[in-house]
């Protein structure tokens, strides 16, 4: 059976089957990138590639609901969930046609000397996106859509999990006009991917998924001297030190861990909360996790990996607040991990699923200790009343991202990276079009004097 398949996770059916590609094939789909950037990024010029991606927003948004079912059938999320998803990524294309020639005006430099000087952003070549199942169009769209509008081709190598997706957006782009080779996928193993990295005319490579995934990616794209970008997940703090509306905080905890089942980088694993709101928030906690309706996880054996690392925390003796810690197929019930002993090494691990960590402090400093005691460093969460607080705790907190009395508040125009084993880089916003970019400096001499 082919690594490439969808495999509906309410089912345990799988519903289609891909072919890996040859060498071949893979050969010629960069041939084909290198042949497109030869016109896509050099010659063209950025209002006629930002209109392109106007057609691309558009076409997401009439095949929309197309778009929500294949994905709703490869990794299970629901069906309103899959609409959001899709209207984000439509979004995301838009705004990068719109503000994309703006984020690449020449930057002017005073120079000391008589003359002139300018950076210019300039293209590089072709890149390697190896993207992950959890947000099959979103993922791609914050790599894709920022690149594109800078003259790069992009080639996707996608989550086998997420072939037909894979399929469906690249006839999105070849339907909008873009050039044959600008915008292409492949169903590759990981061996081919790391050919594709070491070809000299793939100039970078940009990778969400796993610690174990960006070791391996970041190691390939260092041997071949490749600028490489790197999301890596999270185990994200959700601090709570004080309230005038606990139902509110409580329905944006709740909002923030079981978001497409809690299969989320950035999504609030560990609950931080102090000690006079800890016993209200964790009872008011409960009784809505009791009333979320979950999606699937994107397959069994996720699943299961989910119910062996909950019951490793509870032979290392965390309490099982709420829930069993058990799999249905792929389905798991939200699930409540208190009492988590300091030496249990599962208190480090990040739990992709609907497990949320719930843990009493003493004190602001206690709270920042223990938010920052980890190898993640992707997002984090604050509630408070005190403005001031929310600012300093901000600052202190060593993750790429800080979120003052919100969640769920990832926009096109914000910068989206971490910091520690979550990765490196940034995208979204005018920082998604500075990582594959070549910052050019050209100097001018004063006018006559040659």
């Keep these: 059976m082919s690594m490439y398949a969808v495999t509906n996770p309410a089912t345990g059916e799988v519903e289609e089957t891909y072919e890996t590609f040859t060498d071949e094939q893979i050969a010629a789909t960069v041939d084909k990138a290198q042949e497109a950037y030869a016109t896509w990024g050099k010659t063209s010029i950025a209002e006629e590639r930002a209109e392109l991606l106007r057609k691309v927003a558009d076409l997401y948004l009439e095949r929309e609901d197309e778009l929500a079912e294949i994905i709703n059938h490869e990794m299970g999320k629901k069906l309103d969930e899959c609409r959001v998803e899709v209207e984000f990524s439509s979004a995301i294309y838009r705004y990068y046609a719109d503000n994309g020639p703006a984020f690449m005006a020449d930057t002017p430099i005073k120079r000391e000397a008589e003359g002139s000087a300018v950076i210019r952003h ?13 947000y099959p169009y979103y993922q791609v769209a914050r790599f894709a859509g920022p690149n594109l509008m800078l003259g790069n081709t992009i080639i996707l190598k996608h989550a086998p999990l997420c072939p037909k997706s894979a399929e469906a957006m690249e006839r999105i782009f070849l339907d909008a006009g873009f050039p044959e080779g600008a ?21 970078g490579v940009s990778l969400t998924g796993s610690e174990r995934a960006g070791t391996a990616v970041a190691s390939e794209a260092g041997k071949a001297l490749k600028k490489v970008v790197c999301e890596l997940g999270g185990s994200d703090p959700f601090i709570l030190l004080s309230t005038n509306d606990m139902d509110a905080v409580v329905e944006a905890a709740v909002a923030g861990r079981y978001e497409n089942c809690g299969q989320v980088c950035n999504g609030s694993k560990r609950f931080i909360v102090i000690d006079s709101l800890y016993d209200e928030f964790l009872d008011k906690f409960k009784k809505a996790s009791a009333t979320v309706e979950l999606a699937p996880l994107c397959s069994e054996a996720a699943a299961e990996r989910l119910a062996e690392q909950v019951a490793r925390a509870v032979e290392a003796g965390a309490t099982l607040e709420y829930g069993d810690g058990r799999n249905d197929g792929a389905f798991f019930k939200p699930t409540i991990l208190t009492n988590i ?7 480090y691990e990040e739990f992709f699923g609907p497990v949320a960590q719930f843990y009493r402090v003493s004190s602001e400093e206690e709270a920042v ?13 604050v509630f408070t009343t005190d403005e001031e607080q929310g600012e300093r705790i901000a600052d202190e907190l060593e993750t790429g991202m800080t979120y003052i009395n919100e969640v769920g508040a990832d926009s096109c125009e914000l910068p989206f990276g971490g910091v520690k084993n979550s990765g490196f880089g940034r995208e979204l916003g005018s920082l998604g079009m500075g990582e594959f970019v070549n910052l050019k400096l050209v100097c001018t001499n004063a006018v006559g004097r040659f």
């Design 369 to 381: 200790a223990l938010a920052n005691d980890t190898s993640f460093g992707l997002g984090s969460y």
């Design 183 to 203: 915008y292409s996928k492949v169903y590759a193993t990981n061996e081919q991917a790391a050919d594709i990295i070491a070809d000299p005319r793939v100039r």
């Design 122 to 134: 300039k293209s590089v070549g072709p890149l390697l996106g190896i993207m992950p199942w959890n």
């Design 341 to 347: 002993p300091e030496d249990s090494p599962v208190r």
